[in-house]
């Protein structure tokens, strides 16, 4: 079975600040990781996805996230944060199974202050 | 871009009645989804659905819930007798393929408030 952990519940920072939001997982497979955005009143949108290949996968708005084998670990990341990217940001992770279920970490709450 | 539409946005109802929440998922994606988010908490699976069967679902999905694709485009979620603690944040998703390399694609979700 899968899990997954994200260590901060609410990270608030500066505009213009770099920010990094932490993930880390547990799994006996093989495992594919993603993160989620969710804007205030709207659902979940795709950030950016790691599958295989380069540990390093550059997302949509300027968001890249670093896959850790070793560390267990799919920190997100941004060099420079602006107020519109205020939102709740959730870690998730996929086994092998033909079932496509997907496991979410609690959330991160990305508060960016002006 | 094609995506996934959830309707209603909210829906308001008293305990004990029937709810049905509908979805209609990217048109050519195989595979649909249901969590739920209750406020505060952790978005959590309840179900995946699959060539009209329900392929995986968590222990959350009990008899009170139930999946249907009833035509080509729909996809809906029955609440048979809800309860005060299934208010929460109802996500639909679909899928391009079951594989673990194929994204979900979420709706905006239904916001469910049990009176």
């Known amino acids: 079975a899968q899990s997954v952990t994200q260590l901060d519940s609410q990270v608030p920072v500066f505009e213009e600040a770099p920010v990094e939001l932490r993930c880390n997982y547990s799994s006996s497979v093989s495992v594919y990781l993603f993160w989620y955005v969710q804007y205030p009143n709207q659902g979940l949108q795709l950030l950016l996805k790691y599958l295989s290949g380069s540990t390093l996968v550059k997302g949509i708005n300027g968001f890249e996230a670093e896959f850790n084998k070793s560390q267990t670990s799919f920190h997100l990341r941004k060099p420079s944060v602006h107020i519109s990217d205020t939102a709740e940001y959730f870690c998730?992770?996929?086994?092998?199974?033909?079932?496509?279920?997907?496991?979410f970490g609690q959330g991160t709450t990305l508060q960016v202050k002006p | 871009e094609p995506e996934v539409t959830q309707t209603p946005s909210h829906q308001v109802t008293q305990m004990g009645q029937e709810v049905i929440l509908r979805c209609v998922p990217i048109?050519?994606?195989?595979?649909f989804y249901w969590y739920r988010q209750i406020l505060g908490q952790k978005v959590e699976f309840l179900v995946s659905f699959y060539n009209n069967e329900i392929s995986e679902k968590s222990e959350i999905f009990d008899d009170q819930f139930s999946v249907e694709r009833p035509d080509g485009s729909n996809f809906t979620l029955k609440i048979r007798s809800t309860k005060l603690e299934d208010s929460a944040m109802y996500f639909c998703?679909?899928?391009?393929?079951?594989?673990?390399?194929?994204?979900?694609?979420f709706g905006n979700g239904t916001r469910l408030t049990v009176t």
């Open positions: 998703a679909s899928s391009e393929g079951g594989q673990g390399f194929s994204p979900l694609h």
């Open positions: 998730a992770v996929k086994g092998s199974s033909n079932t496509g279920k997907l496991i």
């Open positions: 048109s050519n994606h195989l595979y």
